[in-house]
């Protein structure tokens, strides 16, 4: 019996850690998208451009890479007119230029962010606008990412290894603890995995910049990871 209660907590220390990890990474996430919705608020709304990429997390020390991809799916050759506007104090940064993709291709352009780059204490920000064309509309997206010293890590390497724990801490959690299930941990059961896959939905929503997607699901783990601390029995 002591050894069951014992992998039990086990059980429930890995999972919740993982759910935990999970859920800070997706509220990074969601905020640096909303934050960068309202520093770069126009009033003027555009079609979204699906091609930027932002790292969530960056250190101080170290030089990030903001990534614009042009996609053009049709017959014909495209030219892309772009500008990318980068955040800093007291002004912000803009380049502008072009990219011309051929018919079913795609290209990237890539820029370089820093510690000069941050604005509202913690927090770097980029936005694209594309010009219309023959066969595109005009374009916008946004990004953020926060810097964050810890340890002496990147950004990168800090979001692997809590994206790592966080699987692992789901997955040995569960484990676990379903060596020690009876009967009466039916309410449990379903929690359990309904919890995890929720979180990791909204990691999925914080990555791909579904901020509102991101802000339900979140509200959703909450309140199932209430609900389970409720049925959780050591």
Request: proline content about 4%.
């Amino acid at each position: 019996m002591t050894n069951l209660r014992l992998l039990r907590i086990l059980g429930y220390a890995f999972f919740y850690t993982g759910i935990i990890l999970g859920l800070v990474l997706a509220v990074i996430a969601v905020w640096n998208r909303t934050e960068a919705i309202s520093y770069f608020f126009r009033g003027a709304k555009f079609d979204p451009f699906h091609g930027l990429r932002c790292p969530v997390l960056v250190a101080p020390t170290e030089t990030a890479t903001v990534i614009a991809e042009f996609s053009n799916p049709t017959n014909e050759e495209d030219t892309f007119f772009y500008r990318i506007e980068v955040s800093g104090a007291p002004s912000t940064r803009q380049i502008a230029d072009q990219v011309t993709v051929p018919p079913h291709e795609n290209k990237s352009v890539q820029l370089a962010v820093d510690a000069n780059d941050v604005d509202l204490l913690f927090f770097i920000f980029a936005k694209i606008n594309t010009s219309p064309g023959p066969l595109h509309s005009a374009q916008e997206a946004v990004c953020g990412m926060l810097v964050v010293d810890l340890l002496g890590l990147t950004g990168a390497q800090l979001s692997t290894i809590a994206i790592c724990f966080c699987f692992l801490g789901m997955t040995i959690g569960l484990g676990l603890w379903q060596r020690t299930t009876t009967r009466a941990d039916t309410n449990m059961q379903r929690l359990m995995p309904t919890i995890g896959f929720v979180v990791l939905l909204a990691l999925l929503s914080g990555a791909m910049g579904w901020w509102m997607a991101g802000i339900a699901l979140l509200v959703i783990a909450i309140l199932l990871l209430v609900i389970s601390l409720r049925f959780a029995t050591f």
